[in-house]
């Protein structure tokens, strides 16, 4: 499970950015993950998942030629034998093909994967955001510059309440330090969000997709609404939760940092530590 929120902008001022970014990683704190690295022979940068048959997945990736992608997972019940799905965001960065034609490819095999939200973009494309849901039904949206957002709910245009209310903080966070000259700022109040561990409720869209997992018992049900109606989201009884906060700021130079927040392991439920990783880096090709 992920949470995600985005700003792009096809022709940012000169001390402005073309990409900000900001995502959060739920997930089993036990999970084996190698943190942020160049991969596939620079090719891309980003984590990676080292679960047995799931390994060089991910959550999240750019290219080095300014390709990104993210994966976020729909809060539903899961098939054994489904494929992997941190694929998709790998082979799209590695791979010579389009946003749009991407997104045209994995709808027509959607139904081989778990329930996901897959969006990408290419910031030589005018920054297009491409999107492909698969719940039940698959379904594709192209969206323009702007700001953007993403949850593990099951339709993309029914927010959970911590998504609606998450991504006014994080528009108001940009509009007030999304310049080059207040980068530090900037991060800081993202990272900030990102931990956030107000409870947005009620919540009646969440609550419907958690009793749709067949979920039966009235105190289970509100323990997971709770926990799941922040954005930082702390299970420790699964030992699951908020392990990974990333960061990415393009310019309008094809100027990128990387910023990669992530919880060492193995994880102390009641004494969290955290590593801070930083990659710099300029789009190899012109934007």
């Known amino acids: 499970m992920c949470l995600l929120f985005l700003y792009v902008n096809d ?11 900001a995502n959060n990683r739920d997930e089993l704190w036990d999970r084996p993950t190698d943190p942020v690295n160049y991969r596939d022979d620079n090719k891309w940068v980003g984590g ?12 999240l990736g750019m290219s080095t030629n300014g390709k990104v992608a993210i994966l976020l997972n729909i ?22 093909i389009s946003a749009e034609e ?6 027509e095999s959607a139904s081989q994967y ?45 927010p959970w309440k911590k998504r609606e209310e998450g991504q006014k903080k994080f528009s108001n966070i940009v509009k007030n330090y999304g310049t080059i000259d207040q980068k530090d700022q900037l ?9 956030d561990k107000s409870c947005h409720l009620p919540d009646e869209t969440l609550k419907e997709q ?22 930082f989201v702390y299970i420790p009884t699964i030992r699951y939760g908020t392990r990974t906060n990333t960061v990415i700021l393009v310019d309008k130079g094809g100027n ?27 789009l190899t090709d012109d934007l």
Do not use: M
């Open 11 to 21: 022709d940012p001022d000169e001390n402005g950015y073309r990409l900000v970014l």
């Open 48 to 59: 990676a998942d080292l679960e047995p048959g799931r390994e060089g997945g991910t959550w």
């Open 75 to 96: 809060l539903s019940s899961q098939r054994l034998d489904a494929k992997g799905r941190g694929s998709l965001v790998r082979d799209f960065l590695t791979q010579d």
């Open 102 to 107: 991407y997104t045209k490819k994995i709808a």
């Open 114 to 158: 778990n329930p996901f939200h897959l969006l990408t973009f290419d910031l030589r494309d005018k920054c297009h955001v491409h999107s492909v849901t698969f719940c039940e039904k698959t379904t594709t949206r192209k969206s323009t510059s702007g700001y953007h957002g993403s949850d593990n709910g099951r339709d993309l245009e029914r």
């Open 187 to 195: 991060v800081e109040n993202i990272i900030n969000l990102l931990n």
């Open 210 to 231: 958690i009793i749709k997992t067949g979920r039966t018992d009235p105190s289970i049900i509100a323990d997971s609404i709770k926990a799941r109606s922040s954005v």
């Open 256 to 282: 990128c940092e990387y910023v990669e927040r992530t919880l060492q392991t193995p994880v102390d439920s009641e004494n969290f530590q955290w590593e801070t990783k930083k990659l710099q880096f300029k």
